[in-house]
């Protein structure tokens, strides 16, 4: 949930302009990986543009948000997870 995400992504944009073919890069991402656009973008200017889909603000309150709706764990039992 979010841990390596941001270097998965730093390694394709590295792979991306090593091939010297592309010029821009923008980013796409939807939930968490909108989320981790928005950090790569925080540190590297480059990024030509996003389309960011649903990011949110707060990783804890969407998880047990998501504990909630689509599980039967108490939310309790969730929040020690």
Known sequence: MG???KEDLQCVIDYLRSTETVT???LWGRSMG???S???ASRDTSI???VLDSPFSNLNKLSME???TFTKIPVFLASIA
């Open 38 to 40: 928005i950090f790569q």
């Open 34 to 36: 909108a989320v981790t």
């Open 3 to 5: 841990y390596k995400e």
């Open 66 to 68: 998501l504990v909630k």
């Open 24 to 26: 821009m890069l923008g």
């Open 48 to 50: 030509a543009g996003m």
